[in-house]
């Protein structure tokens, strides 16, 4: 049977080593800037017709580049909400990310890929998986996480959201099928005795598993944990006999003490003298009343043991 789960390798992280800080700058006094610069090209457009023909084309001129330069600076500017990021990226290279949230501006010929870095949450599907005893079990888990490297997140894997929940749904099949279901108190750890372990066993492999995708596992807990249908009336019965055969070995060992104490008392008090045989048919009575699920009914003896 196998106690711990086998070690994973992690996958070569394809893209930028790690995060990094974009260049940026405020953006607000580009954005008054831009409006002002509007403003100006249109004014000069309105005086056009008001002045020569030489001075006109350099008033058409100069509201042209007011123009185009306005556009640039206002392409440039990037909102950034709390809980998100965006990544910058140039002519296909990474250039860092705004993680601050506010008003930015940047190279207006980049592109800013927005990546949510919010808390998020995972329900894997439930999955049939055999134990490590060959049981078939079904068995889900809701994963919590949060993207940590917003590089490695868009340029890591192909599709990082999708990337996780099928990492996660293979280590939770991994962890089903090296542990069994239940030992029975053989002291090997199991899935239904050991709940606490196995989830931090889990955390820690879904953990390496997405390392690749830059995020970062929060908590993982196992949400369904059962044998599969077609086995769980046969399981059901077979822990219903164990109960019982448990309850029955705890009622005759209370039962043996008891008669042990008794006829202990008996002989330090000098109550009666029991030779053997009357022992033996003491001992079978109590037991049998002691032991006995119904209630068992007084029989009085008037002749002796030996008549």
């Known amino acids: 049977m196998t106690t711990q789960a086998a070690e994973v390798h992690r996958a070569p992280v394809i893209g930028p080593a790690s995060e990094s800080k974009a260049r940026s700058a405020p953006g607000i006094p580009v954005l008054f800037i831009s409006v002002v610069a509007i403003l100006a090209g ?3 457009l309105y005086f056009v017709h008001e002045v020569g023909s030489g001075t006109r084309i350099a008033l058409v001129w100069g509201a042209v580049i007011l123009f185009v330069a306005a556009f640039f600076a206002l392409r440039g500017l990037t909102p950034v909400v709390v809980g998100e990021a965006r990544a910058v990226q140039l002519f296909g290279s990474y250039r ?3 993680r601050n949230p506010g008003l930015h501006v940047v190279n207006p ?3 800013r890929r927005a ?3 919010r808390v998020r949450n995972l329900e894997t599907a439930q999955a049939k998986v055999n134990d490590a005893d060959g049981n078939p079990i079904e068995i889900a888990a809701v ?3 949060q993207v940590e490297d917003t590089a490695k997140a868009l340029y890591g894997v192909d599709d990082f959201v999708k990337f996780v929940a099928i990492q996660s749904e293979t280590a939770v099949r991994h962890i089903a099928s090296s542990y069994a279901y239940d030992t029975r108190g053989s002291g090997v750890m199991s899935l239904r005795d050991n709940a606490e372990e196995i989830t ?3 955390s820690a492999e879904i953990a390496d598993r997405v390392a690749p995708a830059g995020v970062r596992i929060v908590e993982s807990r196992l949400t369904r944990l059962s044998y599969a249908p077609e086995i769980a009336q046969a399981m059901l019965r077979q822990q219903q006999a164990n109960a019982v055969v448990g309850a029955r070995t705890r ?3 209370g039962a043996v003490g008891m008669v042990q104490l008794a006829l202990q008392r008996l002989e330090e008090e000098g109550v009666v003298t029991l030779d053997e045989e009357r022992k ?3 001992v079978s009575n109590l037991l049998v009343v002691l032991c006995s699920e119904q209630a068992t009914q007084q029989v009085v003896n008037t002749g002796s043991l030996y008549s």
């Open 42 to 44: 249109a004014a000069l």
């Open 96 to 98: 860092g990310t705004i």
């Open 109 to 111: 010929f980049t592109i």
């Open 115 to 117: 990546v949510s870095v």
């Open 143 to 145: 994963v919590v996480w």
């Open 200 to 202: 931090g066993q889990l």
């Open 251 to 253: 009622i005759v060992e």
């Open 280 to 282: 033996a048919a003491m």
